[in-house]
């Protein structure tokens, strides 16, 4: 098949979260045969530099782009447009050259399946409706339901007006009704999004996050008698459940866990940390970039426990299932887990109650035989999500498009 990616962010190889879960459906569907365009947006040196998906794709088509816009240049966009503000900022909002990269590789070739990545790339297949093939099939891949994100921020107290979120739902399901297919990373989430629109039902298909298990696993050296007391979250900080996350666990957790295990340490390491969150840092609280996933994998592999008191968004966390291959037990909101299924106090520890979630931190940091046994039934649980059983998913939904006109 000659299939046509949109990612909201450049996948690279060297990267972690959404896009390396892009980069891995592109490297596997292009070893079983199928040729693969990419278009996609460049914001920094390393996007344009970077070379790692080079020998799986047929072209890879770089944007000049802008993390942010004005106010101003919003509102322009928002007069010519008339599209929610959020579809149009920096950051994977639209962009002319996005839309004009799209348009001209149309009328290059034929493409059996355009695939945007990340709802927000969900605009130029409806957009851009007219222009597209009847025997192309058009597929938005939906990270999260961004009307049920706003709206879970509008609970937790963000000043989010109705109004902005009745605009925003509005558009983001018109996108879906004009795709031929949704794919959500979770059950969950197709439930979300089916019970917004009841009339997605048919066209929803659940393909799951994957893990490159020849990459993240448990070092060779690895022990359960260290003496270190480290607790680790990991994310990309410019998405917003991320940044609440780390405040849930400092809020909630931490005195609680320090009273039982004193010279606990905290590292809340990812992409972009904002002000409020360095402003916690302190002997016991560290706040940093996290660098390439080489050396996430590095810290994973020096931590004792992760945490994920994640409160917002959907989607799946691919950050949990790198700490279970690398031998990390987890200690999890019921959120968090969507999508991994695992069996509370066997996979991981799963609470909701924060006092109950402390108590987990603080029993496996106190007993190394726990943290082995939990760690050793979570890199099982793992393991069965290999990045390639996901494109395996992946390629059977797209082949039904094969005879989709």
């Known amino acids: 098949m000659n299939l046509l990616f949109l990612p909201k962010l450049l996948p690279r ?5 959404g896009p390396i879960l892009i980069y891995h459906r592109i490297k596997n569907l292009s070893s079983k045969g199928h040729k693969i365009t990419l278009i996609a947006p460049a914001y920094t040196e ?5 070379k790692s998906l080079e020998p799986f794709c047929e072209d890879i088509i770089r944007v000049d782009s802008v993390k942010e816009r004005s106010r101003d240049e919003v509102d322009a966009l928002y007069k010519r447009l008339n599209r929610p503000r959020f579809f149009l900022t920096g950051d994977g909002g639209f962009h002319q050259g996005i839309e004009d990269a799209l348009r001209s590789a149309l009328k290059k070739g034929h493409f059996d399946a355009i695939i945007a990545e990340f709802s927000m790339m969900g605009q130029y297949i409806e957009a851009d409706y007219d222009l597209i093939p009847a025997d192309t099939m058009t597929v938005i891949s939906v990270h999260e339901c961004y009307t049920n994100a706003f709206k879970l921020r509008a609970e937790k107290g963000e000043d989010i007006s109705e109004d902005t979120i009745k605009d925003l739902s509005n558009y983001e399901f018109k996108m879906y009704e004009a795709a031929d297919r949704i794919l959500t990373l979770t059950r969950e989430d197709a439930d979300i999004l089916i019970n917004y629109a009841p009339g997605l039902r048919n066209k929803t298909k659940v393909v799951p996050h994957g893990i490159d298990t020849e990459f993240y696993m448990p070092p060779k050296d690895k022990s359960w008698n260290k003496n ?4 680790l979250y990991v994310g990309n900080f410019q998405h917003h459940p991320n940044v609440d996350a780390v405040r849930n666990f400092i809020n909630h957790c931490w005195d609680r866990i320090q009273q039982e295990v004193p010279d606990a340490r905290f590292y809340a390491i990812g992409f972009d940390p904002p002000q409020e969150l360095l402003d916690l840092r302190n002997d016991n609280v560290i ?4 660098g390439d996933n ?9 931590s004792d426990v992760f945490v994920a008191p994640i409160e917002l968004g959907t989607g799946f966390r691919g950050k949990l299932l790198e700490a279970m291959a690398c031998g990390l ?6 959120r968090a887990t969507f999508g991994i299924d695992p069996a509370n106090e066997k996979d991981m520890f799963v609470a909701d109650d924060y006092e109950i979630f402390s108590k987990y ?7 190394t035989r726990l943290r082995e046994k939990i760690a050793i039934n979570a890199l099982e649980l793992a393991r069965k999500f290999d990045h390639r ?5 992946l390629e059977k939904v797209l082949k039904e498009g094969e005879t989709f006109a």
């Open 13 to 17: 190889a060297d990267i972690i979260g």
């Open 46 to 50: 390393e996007d344009h530099k970077d």
């Open 228 to 231: 270190t007391k480290n607790i």
């Open 287 to 290: 706040v940093q970039e996290g």
């Open 294 to 302: 080489e050396n996430i994998r590095r810290i994973y592999w020096n």
């Open 329 to 334: 037990p987890v200690v999890a909101t019921p």
């Open 361 to 367: 931190v603080s029993m496996l940091l106190k007993d």
């Open 389 to 393: 059983h996901a494109a395996e998913k």
